[in-house]
């Protein structure tokens, strides 16, 4: 296969397996938002705040003992894909799977243990940490089912398919959630039990995803020792990077917490689900984008594998930035919606919604680091982040609140995103952004800003506002996008998921 055909293959792929991850992140994007609001106008602020602390603390224990695997699995198989080497494939799988199950069950049964204590730490209404405290039990159990299956979701990736992380992660798992807590919320006034729905959310993507890996590789009991240590050897770094990631992403709330209280804890919670959609958009396109990268890098292809970044940086601009530009225009609209008790989210909406705006426009991250085969990299990078992140929420949560946790949040990702890129310039030499992000953000900014600016200025505001405003602003970008489309690759991408 020539050189020029291989890159346009891997960015065919790269293209489809975004708009896989995108439509997948979109859903998610929706689920959360109904989780939250189902919670917030059923329990109001302290009770969303409790719940979603507790959710948090879950989400780190999941991401700490997935060990790794997710994306080590996306590196080994994308790397290893050869039929003659599938039963070593499958050694390597169902041993990495069963350490993940039996880590995540011993850690599950240590929050349940833990749960007492934690909530008094973790919860400063002393009526709540009665619902805090089932809620963890709850949560253990739930557990291995959450950790195996986002540990699973690597496997298919590094086949080069986003379809099935996509319908296990993105849309059964975000689907069981809403129904279960709908279900939950309607038939019961206890808190503490909408903890259930992580269970079978977690249990119904689980069975998903294990079912095609079950079809594609079998099982096989034991791994080859030469494979086994060719992964684990890689995956050590990325576990300690996967414990600090989860930590990283959840830690600011337990923080906020513990240091300004469960109502200060739900704004944020309210918050951060509504730039969920970024944060998704971004991570979608990089696992997308990664297993093409890796074998591009493995067959020293380096230019096709800098074209590949390039243009699905801009792409991802092309969708973040949008959504970004409007939620920080139509904050207090949008967080209404919320209920009144959230008319302090605004803010922190905006602080969030700009830092993700800034990290897309720098190009892909952690993923594509890790095709590189710097696992060791991206673990410094964690830490840079975590300290970073763990210094300014210490300095500005006590005289800001949930604004100051916002501001760490954003400064914390912006400086992994910054790190992950000049490590993959250094270890490969490619650049990860050229002149056309700076175009698609350009457009997204003159169709956005001047007339949601206006309209919000001169208009009577609230959520009627915002939805016209929103439209408008996006004809205009439509039509910018559709006369630039050739410096923004949008031929080439629409040509490429034709094919």
């Not at 739930?142 to 296990?168: C, E, F, H, N």
Request: hydrophobic fraction near 55%; charged fraction near 10%.
């Amino acid at each position: 296969m020539s050189t020029a055909s291989s890159a346009s293959d891997g960015l065919a792929g790269a293209a489809k397996g975004t708009i896989y991850n995108v439509v997948g992140a979109l859903l998610t994007t929706a689920s959360g938002f109904g989780t939250v609001w189902l919670v917030s106008n059923e329990f109001g602020r302290l009770g969303t705040g409790a719940l979603f602390t507790a959710v948090g603390l879950f989400t780190i224990l999941a991401g700490a003992t997935k060990l790794g695997t997710e994306s080590s699995m996306t590196w080994y198989v994308s790397t290893t894909n050869d039929t003659k080497k599938s039963p070593a494939i499958a050694g390597v799988v169902g041993q990495a799977m069963t350490n993940v199950a039996l880590i995540s069950t011993a850690v599950g049964g240590a929050l349940m243990a833990a749960s007492q204590p934690l909530a008094e730490v973790l919860v400063d209404q002393p009526d709540l940490r009665g619902d805090f405290q089932r809620m963890l039990i709850v949560l253990g159990i739930a557990l291995p089912l959450w950790a195996t299956a986002q540990a699973s979701y690597g496997i298919s990736r590094g086949y080069g398919t986003m379809r099935v992380s996509v319908v296990a992660g993105s849309i059964v798992r975000p689907a069981a959630l809403l129904a279960t807590l709908a279900v939950l919320t309607w038939q019961t006034s206890s808190l503490w039990a909408l903890s259930a729905a992580w269970a079978v959310a977690g249990g119904c993507a689980l069975v998903v995803s294990m079912h095609w890996v079950s079809q594609k590789l079998g099982f096989e009991r034991r791994a080859d020792a030469g494979e086994s240590r060719r992964f684990w050897t890689y995956t050590r770094p990325r576990a300690g990077s996967d414990i600090l990631h989860a930590v990283l992403e959840r830690s600011d709330l337990l923080m906020l917490s513990a240091i300004a209280g469960t109502a200060a804890a739900g704004d944020y919670a309210a918050a951060n689900r509504l730039v969920l959609m970024g944060q998704l958009v971004l991570l979608a396109i990089s696992q997308a984008l990664a297993p093409f990268v890796g074998r591009h890098l493995s067959r020293d292809e380096t230019p096709q594998a800098q074209h590949l970044v390039q243009t699905l940086t801009t792409w991802s601009v092309l969708v973040t930035w949008p959504p970004m530009l409007v939620l920080i225009i139509n904050a207090d609209a949008v967080t209404d919606l919320f209920g009144e008790d959230f008319a302090n989210a605004a803010p922190l909406v905006q602080v969030m919604a700009a830092g993700l705006a800034i990290m897309a426009t720098l190009g892909p991250g952690d993923a594509i680091l890790l095709m590189t085969g710097d696992s060791r990299g991206s673990l410094y990078n964690h830490i840079a982040a975590l300290a970073t992140m763990v210094v300014v929420a210490l300095a500005l949560i006590p005289p800001f609140g949930a604004t100051g946790a916002a501001l760490a949040w954003a400064i914390s990702r912006i400086t992994m995103r910054a790190l992950s890129v000049w490590r993959i310039n250094r270890a490969t030499g490619m650049a990860c952004v050229d002149k056309s992000v700076a175009m698609g953000a350009a457009i997204a900014v003159v169709a956005y800003v001047p007339i949601g600016l206006t309209w919000v200025i001169v208009g009577s505001g609230g959520l009627t506002s915002a939805v016209a405003n929103t439209a408008l602003g996006s004809l205009v970008f439509v039509a910018l996008a559709f006369w630039a489309r050739s410096q923004l690759a949008l031929d080439e991408f629409v040509r490429l998921v034709k094919r």
